[in-house]
Structures are given as structure tokens and as C-alpha cells.
């Protein structure tokens, strides 16, 4: 067989990973809008239940029922930095849905640029020691 005789096949391949990943993705997206997390059982955040720290990821995932839900605002007060950076979420996703679907690779993306990885590591640090300040701050920034 020849090459091009492979490609429909390893496309229809992609195609339904694509379709798989759509599909889990919305599954938890739907947990996550329907369930609560501080009302319901989700998984803790151990370096806040040791240490009684704030890490750059507490409050996620009650950030992210509020976002599904359409209370920005409340999202934000969970955890800025996830409401913040909620579109480039989205955007990675769809970047990667569309590698999937077309074959073409995803390095093209602002995501792959090397100041935009260090960019994101550096406001994941400045959040996380910002956040456990102590003062008026610290207090805005925790969950």
C-alpha cells in the first residue's frame, strides 16, 4: 500500500480520537457545571491540607463551576489566575482539536513560543507566593 493510500484511514483514526477527547472533555465539563465542589466530593488540594498553604491551582475547581455557570465574577474570587487564563484554555483546546481533525501540527501557536512558557511559569510563581501573604492581598487573592 501506498502512503496516500493510508492517509484516509489514519484520518478517520484522528477522527475519532478527536470525537473521544470532545467527548470526555464534556463529560467532565458537565460534572463540573452540574456538581458543586464545595458541596459535593472532590478531590482536595493536599499541599492546603498539610501545610495549610494555597497553591496556584486551590479553588480551580469551584472556579470553574462558577465559570460554567456564568458567575465570572465569583470564579474570580476562587482563583484569578484560572478565570484569567480560562481562554487560553479554550483556545488550546480547540488548537488541539484542530491538529486532530486536519493532521497539521499545533507548533505554529503562540502556546509553543518559548516566552509564552515562561511567561505562564512566572505568573504561576508570583500567584502562588502572592497568595500566601499575609495582609489584605494575600486575603484577596486566596480562595
Known sequence: MTATALQPAVRRRLGWRAAGL???????????????????FFPKCPLY?????????????????????????????????????????????????????TGQPRRASFLYRPWFGWLTAALV???????NLPGPLGHWLAP
Not at 491540607?49 to 465570572?72: I, K, S, V
Not at 510563581?125 to 497568595?131: E, G, P
Open 49 to 101: 491540607w498539610l501545610a495549610g498553604l494555597h497553591c496556584p491551582g486551590c479553588g480551580t475547581q469551584r472556579a470553574l463551576h462558577a465559570l460554567l455557570n456564568g458567575r465570572w465574577a465569583e470564579a474570580a474570587g476562587h482563583n484569578l489566575l484560572a478565570a484569567a487564563y480560562t481562554p487560553v484554555v479554550l483556545f488550546g483546546g480547540l488548537e488541539r482539536l484542530r491538529a486532530e481533525v
Open 22 to 40: 470532545v467527548l470526555a472533555a464534556s463529560a467532565l465539563l458537565f460534572v463540573y457545571f452540574r456538581f458543586d465542589p464545595s458541596r459535593y
Open 125 to 131: 510563581i508570583v500567584f502562588a507566593v502572592l497568595r
